[in-house]
T-cell receptor, first 112, second 113 residues
Framework: KQEVTQIPAALSVPEGENLVLNCSFT??????LQWFRQDPGKGLTSLLL?????REQTSGRLNASLDKSSGRSTLYIAASQPGDSATYLC???????????FGKGTMLLVSP | DTGVSQDPRHKITKRGQNVTFRCDPI?????LYWYRQTLGQGPEFLTY????????KSRLLSDRFSAERPKGSFSTLEIQRTEQGDSAMYLC???????????FGSGTQLSVL
């Protein structure tokens, strides 16, 4: 069964810290991997998409890496801010057509 | 509005009733997806359209669920004879091409009493 696992489930940090969220997946034959942000009671916002041929993607203070051989991805957030508080979800496209398999997410709280 | 819109935002219904949700994707996007999310879980894929053709359905989509996209624009998701286990957030997403970012709507929160 193709699965996506995220650790930690929750993370609380003071403002300004750099942090890393982890995602692991069971099958290395993936099409792409996306990181999403979800605010409480809201939909998802795509942050970064890494194609299977890529090693990393960057957007502002966010950097996502992909290591297919080990079945892992990390999301690095630099200089965290209270506005970064949200749940971060990792999703893998195992079969193509963007029928994504999601992890359960990491709930991040950044305190002022 | 350039985003994905879903209607209604919230729906409360009694067990056994039928409900229908609507999704309007980003106008030029021909791929449309339905996902379901329960509390503390990541979204789970339900079904996928390319234009008006429904190309894939998850095993989660029981025969009480039906989805349509009649003209390749908006889509509806109907649940017949609702059960308490159907209570969840129903999310719609769209994309222009395969292998691209998905754009999600704000979802419809269904509560079955």
């Amino acid at each position: 069964k193709q699965e996506v696992t995220q650790i930690p489930a929750a993370l609380s940090v003071p403002e300004g810290e750099n942090l890393v969220l982890n995602c692991s997946f069971t099958d290395s034959a993936i099409y792409n991997l996306q990181w999403f942000r979800q605010d409480p009671g809201k939909g998802l916002t795509s942050l970064l998409l890494i194609q299977s041929s890529q090693r990393e993607q960057t957007s502002g203070r966010l950097n996502a890496s992909l290591d297919k051989s080990s079945g892992r991805s990390t999301l690095y957030i630099a200089a965290s801010q209270p506005g970064d508080s949200a749940t971060y979800l990792c999703a893998v496209d195992f079969g193509g057509y963007s029928t994504l398999t999601f992890g359960k997410g990491t709930m991040l709280l950044v305190s002022p | 509005d350039t985003g994905v819109s879903q209607d209604p935002r919230h729906k409360i219904t009694k067990r056994g009733q039928n409900v229908t949700f609507r999704c309007d994707p980003i106008s030029e996007h021909n791929r449309l997806y339905w996902y379901r999310q329960t509390l503390g879980q990541g979204p789970e894929f339900l079904t996928y359209f390319q234009n008006e053709a429904q190309l894939e359905k998850s095993r989660l989509l029981s025969d009480r669920f039906s989805a349509e996209r009649p003209k390749g624009s908006f889509s509806t998701l109907e649940i017949q004879r609702t059960e308490q286990g159907d209570s969840a957030m129903y999310l719609c997403a769209s994309s222009l091409l395969d292998n691209e970012k998905l754009f999600f709507g704000s979802g419809t929160q269904l509560s079955v009493l």
